[in-house]
Every structure is written in C-alpha cells, then in structure tokens.
C-alpha cells in the first residue's frame, strides 16, 4: 500500500540553524501538507501546497517557514531560524482528488532545537 | 472559523468492552467532512473513519462507528469490543468541502487519551 515517508525521524538543532524536512508524497497525489504537534498538544495545520504553489497557510508560518517541490517527487519544509518553540513533531500529509480527499499522514519528524 | 472541541483528555476501557468518544464542533457551513484519527505511541496519525456531512447514516468501519447529529454539531466515535490495540490518542478533525480552491486543511480537536485495561 502507498504511504508518506519522512526523513529525518528525529532532528536535533542548535537555536538559529537552519532545518530542512522532507517528506515523500504518494506519488499519485496532488495537495501536500505540513502540520505541527507540539508535545502534548493538538495537531495544528501549517499549509498547503498545490500545483505548485501554497494554497493556504497558517499564522504559525511565518517568513521562517517555506516549502518547496524541489523534484516533483519531495515536499520539504524549511526553517531558516529555527527558536526553541519550533521544537514539535512535523506531520507531512498528502492528498488526491477524491470526493472527500482522504489526507494521508507521514510518521512525522522530531525536531529539537537546543 | 470552524472549532473542534474534545471534552474528555482521557477515558478509560476495560478490554472487550465498548466506549464512546465525544466530539463537538462549531461551523457556519451546511456541508463538511468528519474524522476521527488514531495516533498510537509511535506518533503516526491513522485514519479511524469518516462522516459526510450531506449523508445522515452514520459511518461504520468494523468495530468503530459514530453517532453523527448535525444539528446538535455533535460526532462521537463508538469503539466496540474494545482491544488492547485501540490504546491511542484520538482526535476528531474537521474539513471544509473541496469546491475549487477551498481549503482542504483539517482543524482538529485536542484529543482524548484512551487506555483500554486488560
């Protein structure tokens, strides 16, 4: 069965530094998501993405924050600065055209900012 | 904007028993879409089972099924029969419909912390 894949499982970062997170879509889709879920917390959407372009995005994604399709096969997140309250698991979804648009989640990303 | 209220952060199950989760949410919109997802300890979110607003039967997946009243804006989830794998964070999660260009994030509730005791 198709899935989204995540890489790294678990980023640890200085205060500052730059992170990319990659996410690997189902192949057939065609609208991508991040969300985040701080700990112990709801998951919150960050954006979407579509043909190309970001097709809504939250007020948490803020200049520090981009995606890029780089290769049609990826979806990446990019946090230039990250700051301590970045630390959170990063979910990657994606989703096709069917009627009710099932989003399919990654197993998320760990970051930890020191 | 659209809200997902989850009242009980955790609930408690004796295994082959059966329990329910609640779910209310706040909209303006006639049509929408329901979820509930299941994020066990290894943090991945699944999907549950989901509800359309438009139908009136309530969904049914095996041993889970929701009890759907729109009027009321109301959405529990039924775990029947319950297993020591059903043991997760549940959430309930909101979409509005996909006409051209709408958004297609989902607003999710805060989640419920369910223990099932063999």
């Known amino acids: 069965e198709p899935e989204v894949t995540q890489t790294p499982s678990h980023q640890v970062t200085q205060m500052g530094q730059e992170v990319i997170l990659r996410c690997v879509p189902i192949?057939?889709?065609?609208?991508f998501y991040w969300y985040r879920q701080i700990l112990g917390q709801k998951v919150e959407f960050l954006v979407s993405?579509?043909?190309?372009?970001?097709?809504?995005k939250s007020e948490i994604f803020d200049d520090q924050f981009s995606v890029e399709r780089p290769d049609g096969s990826n979806f990446t997140l990019k946090i230039r600065s990250t700051k301590l309250e970045d630390s959170a698991m990063y979910f990657c979804?994606?989703?096709?055209?069917?009627?009710?648009?099932?989003?399919?989640f990654g197993p998320g990303t760990r970051l930890t900012v020191l | 904007a659209q809200t997902v209220t989850q009242s009980q952060p955790e609930m408690s199950v004796q295994e082959a028993e059966t329990v329910t989760l609640s779910c209310t949410y706040d909209?303006?919109?006639?049509?929408?879409?329901l979820f509930w997802y299941k994020q066990p300890p290894s943090r991945q979110m699944i999907l549950v089972i989901r509800?359309?607003?438009?139908?009136?039967q309530n969904a049914t997946e095996n041993r889970f099924s929701v009890n759907f009243q729109k009027a009321a804006k109301s959405f529990s989830l039924k775990i029947s029969d319950s297993q020591l794998g059903d043991a997760a964070m549940y959430f309930c999660?909101?979409?509005?419909?996909?006409?051209?260009?709408?958004?297609?994030?989902?607003?999710f509730g805060t989640g419920t912390l369910l223990a099932v005791q063999p």
């Open positions: 979804a994606s989703s096709g055209l069917a009627v009710y648009n099932e989003q399919f």
């Open positions: 192949s057939n889709h065609l609208y």
């Open positions: 993405f579509y043909n190309n372009e970001i097709s809504e």
């Open positions: 909209t303006s919109e006639s049509d929408y879409y």
């Open positions: 509800q359309e607003a438009y139908k009136q």
């Open positions: 999660a909101y979409r509005s419909p996909n006409y051209g260009g709408a958004t297609n994030k989902l607003i």
